[in-house]
């Protein structure tokens, strides 16, 4: 036989009975897409699990300071937050929009060869800094109350900043220009876990950042212990400025309660996706098994119809099989499913948890599936005539 002819017969099959043909590739269609559903969404909340739990162990505290026209943060306040039980290292930023894009240049001296004219951030901060951000200093130091105090006129890059500029050894203590003024570079910071965007930044002691509008402390970073950043946040805006506590914003990790409350969520969603996907599977089988049973009992309609049977009469008692179909489904699901339960949960030593409601719902949601199934193969039994069904 050609394999054209071959074809063509194969095409025949199909198109000789459409709606059969139609509901067995819907099966087919449904099977694989439960097999990409369930990889992907699983792929997809495991990811959103591992996310929260991310959530519950952090221990990063920020607290946002507004603008005001009496300063609400001072730079001595940082100290009042690291005695608080629970704090492990805490630093206070002072940022603005005019010193987001300053020129900075590594020298003096025009060098057609290098860029060493670039638009950086200025940023000024306490001197706890690295710890807070959880760096590093990749080379040199960072300045201290010494420095502070004096005024000295120093600063600290980021490890970006430092590549951008050509700063890769500070032993002749180099230095850079921001605008016209010189400052010397007496460290690198990198390896940031927090705040990344610092990398790109040049940090300046707070008594040097008044110059550029950097006077006012608008960021306190904190870093608690595991468990205590709920506490912190509640602590530290009144360690902070007393008595003006409510006017700070405290950007806190999730409680262990809303964090817990979110994975649940997340596992109750994506296994009620799958099971909502597993009943449309089992609804279209229920239909294909109906309609093939309507085929094979053509003469049996037939026949009662020639009896006197309505119509409302054959489509009833398709219905109702499909309905017992369904239901007896339901049954024995919901009862294999309570074993399965029990029986991982003894193996893997869990403690089984299943909702009374969900076992006496489950025959139901399986006789619906069946009602609906048999909608259509009801219909067309019942729309048969009695001759051409008898013929």
């Not at 399986?366 to 219909?379: F, I, N, Q, R, S």
Request: hydrophobic share 50%.
């Amino acid at each position: 036989m050609h394999p054209r002819d071959l074809l063509n017969e194969a095409m025949a099959g199909l198109l000789a009975r459409p709606v059969r043909s139609a509901l067995t590739t819907l099966g087919t269609v449904l099977g694989i897409t439960t097999l990409v559903v369930t990889l992907g969404v699983a792929a997809t909340a495991g990811n959103q699990i591992v996310g929260r739990f991310d959530e519950l162990t952090a221990t990063s505290v920020t607290v946002e300071v507004p603008e005001n026209p009496f300063p609400l943060v001072d730079w001595a306040a940082v100290s009042r937050v690291t005695r608080l039980r629970g704090v492990i290292s805490a630093a206070a930023l002072a940022e603005s929009e005019r010193s987001a894009n300053l020129s900075v240049r590594s020298n003096d001296i025009v060098d057609p060869t290098r860029v060493t004219d670039q638009t950086l951030t200025v940023v000024a901060s306490s001197p706890g800094l690295p710890a807070a951000v959880k760096g590093r200093m990749v080379e040199g130091r960072y300045f201290d109350a010494g420095h502070i105090s004096r005024g000295d006129k120093v600063v600290v890059l980021g490890l970006h900043a430092a590549k951008m500029l050509g700063v890769t050894r500070l032993e002749r203590a180099p230095a850079i220009f921001i605008g016209t003024q010189a400052y010397t570079v007496i460290g690198v910071l990198g390896d940031l876990k927090r705040e990344k965007s610092l990398a790109s930044a040049v940090l300046l002691p707070p008594a040097v950042g008044r110059r550029y509008g950097l006077s006012t402390v608008t960021r306190v970073l904190v870093n608690t212990g595991l468990g205590a950043a709920e506490l912190i946040a509640e602590q530290a805006p009144a360690a902070l400025s007393p008595g003006n506590e409510a006017l700070l914003q405290v950007i806190s990790p999730p409680s262990p309660t809303r964090a817990r409350d979110a994975v649940e969520g997340d596992v109750n969603a994506l296994f009620l996706i799958l099971g909502l996907v597993s009943l449309v599977v089992g609804a279209v089988g229920i239909a294909n098994v109906t309609l093939v049973t309507v085929m094979e009992r053509v003469a049996e309609i037939g026949l009662r119809r020639a009896l006197g049977a309505a119509r409302r009469h054959v489509a009833a008692q398709f219905l109702l099989e499909s309905t017992l179909t369904g239901l007896t489904g339901g049954i024995i699901g919901a009862s294999a499913g309570i074993v399965v339960i029990v029986a991982v949960c003894a193996a893997k030593q869990w403690t089984p948890v299943l909702d009374v409601r969900l076992a006496v719902m489950a025959p139901a949601a399986g006789a619906a599936v069946g009602l609906l199934a048999g909608l259509y193969p009801a219909l067309r039994a019942a729309r048969m005539e009695p001759v051409n069904a008898l013929r």
